[in-house]
């Protein structure tokens, strides 16, 4: 992903324009120098310095220095990380202050009540869904009958121990019930990585990392690729607007400072009352990255039809999905239809 890091891209990513900022921001497997490893991009404008600290570095004990590349943007080189690696930035504050941090363009996380990130490449699974593209490609969402089965896949059924299913064991019963009950799409509530169970996935701290509690990303695109195969669309609800109000949330440690320098008029986080989270209030002509760019990593990294927006910004954007001749109908299994 060296050749995304370019003056131009860095300048749209600061703008609030940049539809593929996960394509260089986050852990990618990278060659540097002619060693292999993982490139590490984080956006940190504030921090007075951020490094890399994980299973590779002994944590706190030989942490990796990054360097500010631009725009807020530091960026780190590592030949001793491997897949599955667990790590976190030390950043360190413009007070002195110094606090661990998630990736928040990682792609894998650990399960709760782990809070790190993990190392992990998406490249090299085996599509085989090219009929069902193909098919799709062909309708207009809009024209055709949409029936859509809306599901939490924590609670839509366990095992007798109370453990969530794997997406494998989804896969094998959730999806034939959805084909038997005649339904032309799975709606996903929240399956970006959330701290709290039972928020139902509703206070984010991983916009691009699948939650590992039913198994690993390429696990997730495997259970796409069968609700393809069934003829059924997958569709997220995506959470741009709530983020956990301790150390663990999205904003805390990486541009809190940036933020309270904002107008009223801009981009705000608002603590609401009796609510465990913060909210965002998009105002003014203020942008993020995060919705049009999650948006091309659903549809372009792991194949999903659409994303809805869930308690949106005040201004609405275009990943929002419209639905036409949509029925609803009971589920006799636990989840929400």
Known sequence: MADKITSDNLKLFSSGNCDFAYEFLGCHKEIKNKKEGYVFRVWAPNANSVSIA???TGWGENPVKMEKIGYGIWEGFSDSAKQYDSYKYLIE????????????????????????SKVYDLEGYNWKDESYRKEASKKNILEEPVNIYEV???????HADGSFLTFDELSKELVPYVKKMGYTHIELMPVSEYPFDPSWGYQVTGYYAVTPRYGTPKDFMAFVDKCHAEGIGVILDWVGAHFPKDENEYIRGYDEDYFK?????????????GRPYFVWELTGETKRNEPLDCRNYAQAAIEITGLTLKEPPKKKTEVQVTRKQTRRRGNRSGGIA
């Open 261 to 273: 320098g904002l107008t009223a008029e801009k981009q705000v986080l608002k603590y609401k009352k």
């Open 152 to 158: 939490h896949l924590g609670s839509w059924k366990r």
């Open 54 to 56: 994980g299973e590779f």
């Open 93 to 116: 504050k413009p007070n002195g202050d110094t606090v661990y941090k998630s990736d928040p363009y990682g792609y894998h996380t650990e399960v709760r009540p782990g809070t790190a």
